[in-house]
């Protein structure tokens, strides 16, 4: 079955940019009936939709981040990645890749990324 | 953007008795054209990603116990366990699918009281 990862620096500092990558596996991100995303998860909060990108490159950002985010993929190395740029202590938290259909399924374990100096 | 609120926040039932979590979205998320409701459920313990228990809002993910259900429509929705079990223990979270930005309730904690 599709099993998701996420990976990248676990520590960045304020104001600078947020990488992280999603590696697919048991599935391919070129398949045309599924979207790809990420969500995350303050600690101790609830859940934030991020944004997701298809396998042609087409996006969907949510609004509240739109400015400094960029999600973009590899279909040769089936991931897609998160770019978050100028970020603060609001953006520390769990981040999330997941498979869409129209609802998430499945998830990745999810990546602490805390923000401070 | 839809508002996706839940209530309680926190909820304590005893093993065997019945748990019932309400989900109200700020407009209606039943899309007139195949008469679905676009809401999903989702469980999270602790230290591990949110896994998906109900979509359409009332059918069961594959392998999700058939003491869990879904049921409601338009922009109220409920998340019912007819007979709680300690790896129940959790928080639930629904979530709407009908437009972007997709958007998750707050949570509930359901413990064992």
């Known amino acids: 079955q599709v099993q998701l990862q996420e990976s990248g620096p676990g520590l960045v500092k304020p104001s600078e940019t947020l990488s992280l990558t999603c590696t697919v596996s048991?599935?391919?991100?070129?398949?045309?009936?599924?979207?790809w995303s990420w969500i995350r998860q303050p600690p101790g909060k609830g859940l934030e939709w991020i944004g997701y990108?298809?396998?042609?490159?087409?996006?969907n950002y949510n609004p509240s981040l739109k400015s400094r985010v960029t999600i973009s993929i590899d279909t040769s190395k089936n991931q897609f990645s998160l770019k978050l740029t100028s970020v603060t202590a609001a953006d520390t938290a769990v981040y999330y890749c997941?498979?869409?259909?129209?609802?998430?399924?499945?998830w990745g374990q999810g990546t602490l990324v805390t923000v401070s100096s | 953007d839809i508002v996706m609120t839940q209530s309680p926040d926190s909820l304590a039932v005893s093993l065997g008795e019945r748990a019932t979590i309400n989900c109200k979205s700020s407009?209606?998320?039943?899309?007139?054209?195949?008469?679905?409701?676009?809401l999903a459920w989702y469980q999270q313990k602790p230290g591990q990603p949110p896994k998906l228990l109900i979509y359409?809002?009332?059918t069961r993910e594959s392998g999700v116990p058939d003491r869990f259900s879904g049921g409601g429509s338009g922009t109220d929705f409920t998340l019912t366990i007819s007979s709680l079990q300690a790896e129940d223990v959790a928080v639930y979270f629904c979530?709407?699918?009908?437009?972007?930005?997709?958007?998750f309730g707050q949570g509930t904690k359901l413990e064992i009281k």
């Open positions: 997941a498979r869409i259909w129209t609802w998430f399924d499945p």
């Open positions: 979530q709407q699918y009908y437009s972007t930005p997709y958007t």
């Open positions: 359409w809002a009332s």
């Open positions: 990108i298809f396998y042609s490159g087409s996006t």
């Open positions: 048991g599935g391919s991100v070129s398949s045309g009936s599924y979207y």
């Open positions: 407009q209606s998320v039943l899309y007139s054209s195949n008469n679905k409701n676009y």
